[in-house]
């Protein structure tokens, strides 16, 4: 069965980079058939897409966060990553990763990251 | 973009009550189409994929229609455990959106 599972700070001050990690188990973060997201929820609200990552290194973000997101891949770790710059108090939200072949099927439990001071 | 519009934002409703939530794309998008549930403090999980595809695991109760932009998520006879927060969300074109989502109550 394959998990996903993210780790990374809770607390992020401002100004500064938000890290993610996300580590896949159960299976092979080299699919060929998927890609591999960030999905993330501020608190009480809706779900935003971040961005996607193909195990090749290919790239696609979403317009509203592209001048401050960096997503990469380590297939030896079977793990991918979050970088997201220059936060403020607007990118507090449970980050989540997700698997996506043609749509988001398999989910990790998320991480609740705060930007405060 | 492809904007998508929930409603209603929130419905109460009472055990073996049917709810209908509907879903409206800014453009069309054919059958790219996904429901999914999320329970408070749980991740998202997918219900019905392709407008009306089931996925296995899920109840029957569940059913999804629509084409186009117009798209709907049918819970026939809802149960306790159904209290949860729906989305749509379109894979048809970057950016990938959601919906604002529907929170549905139990009374």
């Known amino acids: 069965q394959l998990q996903l599972q993210e780790s990374g700070p809770g607390l992020v001050k401002p100004s500064e980079t938000l890290s993610l990690t996300c580590t896949v188990s159960?299976?092979?973060?080299?699919?060929?058939?998927?890609?591999w997201g960030w999905i993330r929820q501020p608190p009480g609200k809706g779900l935003e897409w971040i961005g996607n990552?193909?195990?090749?290194?290919?790239?696609y973000y979403n317009p509203s966060l592209k001048s401050r997101v960096t997503i990469s891949v380590d297939t030896s770790k079977n793990q991918f990553s979050l970088k997201l710059s220059s936060v403020t108090a607007a990118d507090t939200a449970v980050y989540y990763c997700?698997?996506?072949?043609?749509?988001?099927?398999?989910w990790g439990q998320g991480t609740l990251v705060t930007v405060s001071s | 973009e492809i904007v998508l519009t929930q409603s209603p934002d929130f419905q109460s409703v009472t055990p073996k009550e049917k709810v209908t939530i509907t879903c409206r794309a800014s453009?069309?998008?054919?059958?790219?189409l996904h429901w999914y549930q999320q329970r408070p403090d749980q991740s998202p999980k997918l219900l019905i994929k392709?407008?009306?595809q089931s996925i296995s695991g899920v109840p029957s109760r569940f059913s999804g229609s629509g084409s186009g932009t117009d798209f709907t998520l049918t819970i026939n006879s809802l149960e306790a455990e159904d209290a949860a927060a729906y989305y749509c969300?379109?894979?048809?074109?970057?950016?990938?959106?959601f919906g604002g989502g529907t929170k549905v109550e139990i009374k």
């Open positions: 997700a698997r996506r072949g043609q749509l988001f099927d398999y």
């Open positions: 159960g299976g092979s973060i080299s699919s060929s058939s998927h890609y």
């Open positions: 990552i193909y195990y090749s290194g290919s790239t």
């Open positions: 453009q069309s998008i054919g059958s790219s």
């Open positions: 392709f407008a009306s």
């Open positions: 969300h379109q894979s048809s074109s970057l950016p990938l959106t």
